[in-house]
């Protein structure tokens, strides 16, 4: 599977098996569970399966353990679908690398199982940097059914930072080498051996998660930054992009970029296909979720922002402080007639005339055009592009081209599948050779009105901050 891909799983009990190869210096590798609501928090502590709490106590997951042989090492963690309570949606599949990062890690695969027949359902190759916990994956309900996908999502901040960000109370441990404290819901943790490194102890508290929606953040690090104009915005929407913000700023600092700045580019498919999602509001909101983004990550209070189709146009610059009325005219508008302008008359001189953006997606031609923005206008910061397409790609000769000559430049791309399907090289991109740095980032969603904040931000700005690290040592940036 690649990174963002989905299937339908039938079989009723699964095995989520992680493997890795062994050898000197590949640090200790647990796999670990999350149950999660719809807001993509835990429901208590309870809901963390791991190494110190094998058990749910439902039944519905199992921690079963490691095994080793013939070089390689797997942990399995056993899912009877069946018996996961109604209230939880998903369950995210994840690990922690204790004594280094998982681009130290060879062979690192996640394969799911039919745990009656040992059959393969799914295998994701995953490939990591500087990470030391990760997500390989995850099983949601779709319509009553559940589905599975390669998520690929790392953390810089190890399995005490993905746990604290799902609503896990963490414990800190008095030394280095504490034991972990017991939990009265599971049974004691095996003693660790002398032999083996001692992990850093992450235990559930009895205490109850923060609300749903709480974002979680140590506060000796740097919050949201205030935008310009934030201050006119309605009151409504002012509490949703500084809640938005912080979110934003969690999952930065997760990812080791607490300080970054960058220019923010939003791309919007406007092709034929992309009509109900206009029609049901869910662009528009889409447009205020990236609002958050450049308004944390650019304190201009600006944001370039472009729709296409068989052809590209510049939007007029989102200013944060004038956030509704840009949408109406550019956004909302559609949601009654975008699709049906058929005359110029009566549209707004900022506005587009739908007649000259076509039907069909041309994705090169957008990106030639904000690449040559950026060369016109260099910044003093990298430039991060949020690039939003629902598929139909048959252009990708041509889109390669672009972004292969889009390398050498200061200039980061991640695209967003909204839904359909054929996403083509944009889906492909990050595993062709050649390149001195990686670019390019892909994932796809079937409904992106349903992915909490928390988990949109990350999948956004995981590997963004990695590509920052990789230009540096380029010289790109």
Request: charged share 25%; glycine share 10%; aromatic share 6%.
């Amino acid at each position: 599977m690649s990174k963002g891909s989905n299937l339908p799983v039938d079989a009723s009990v699964v095995r989520a098996e992680l493997a890795w190869g062994a050898g000197a210096g590949v640090p200790d590798i647990d796999a670990s569970a999350l149950l999660l609501t719809e807001a993509g928090r835990v429901r208590d502590d309870g809901d963390f399966v791991f190494y110190n709490q094998p058990r749910h106590t439902s039944g519905a997951v199992t921690h079963l353990g490691k095994r080793s042989a013939a070089g390689a090492t797997t942990d399995t963690l056993e899912v009877d679908l069946g018996a996961v309570a109604s209230d939880v949606e998903r369950i995210a599949l994840c690990a922690s690398a204790d004594g280094g990062t998982f681009g130290q890690v060879p062979g690192l695969v996640l394969r799911l199982l039919d745990a009656g027949t040992g059959g393969e359902i799914a295998r994701f190759d995953m490939a990591a940097g500087t990470e030391t916990a990760f997500i390989g994956g995850e099983l949601y309900r779709r319509q009553g059914k559940w589905k599975f996908r390669a998520v690929g999502q790392g953390y810089a901040a190890g399995l005490a930072g993905l746990a604290t960000d799902f609503g896990i109370t963490v414990d800190e441990p008095a030394a280095a080498t504490a034991p972990a404290p017991a939990v009265s819901a599971a049974p004691p943790a095996p003693p660790v051996p002398p032999a083996t490194p001692a992990r850093t102890p992450v235990a559930p508290a009895q205490t109850s998660a923060p609300p749903a929606g709480t974002a979680v953040a140590p506060a000796q690090t740097s919050g949201p930054r205030l935008s310009k104009g934030e201050e006119h915005l309605p009151v409504d929407m002012r509490k949703r992009l500084s809640l938005r913000k912080e979110q934003v700023a969690v999952s930065l600092r997760k990812h080791g970029a607490a300080h970054v700045t960058a220019r923010v580019i939003l791309v919007l498919d406007a092709s034929g296909s992309m009509s109900f999602l206009y029609s049901k509001g869910i662009v528009s909101d889409v447009v205020e979720r990236m609002a958050a983004v450049a308004a944390q990550l650019d304190d201009d209070g600006e944001m370039q922002a472009w729709t296409f189709a068989s052809n590209p146009a510049r939007l007029p610059d989102l200013r944060i402080g004038e956030l509704p009325e840009w949408l109406r005219l550019h956004v909302r508008v559609g949601e009654v007639g975008l699709f049906r302008r058929g005359r110029k008359k009566g549209l707004d001189p900022s506005q587009v005339d739908m007649r000259d953006v076509g039907i069909q997606n041309e994705e090169q031609k957008v990106i030639a055009e904000v690449r040559a923005f950026v060369r016109d206008r260099p910044a003093s910061a990298p430039t991060l592009v949020l690039f939003f397409s629902d598929g139909g790609v048959y252009r990708n000769k041509e889109i390669e081209r672009e972004l292969r000559e889009a390398v050498e430049e200061p200039v980061f791309w991640q695209f967003v599948g909204l839904g359909k399907s054929n996403y083509g090289v944009l889906e492909r991109f990050d595993t062709l050779p050649g390149r001195r740095v990686d670019n390019v980032g892909f994932f796809a969603v079937d409904d992106i009105s349903t992915v909490p904040d928390p988990e949109l931000y990350d999948r956004l700005l995981s590997e963004f901050p990695l590509w920052i690290t990789a230009a540096g040592r380029a010289g790109i940036l």
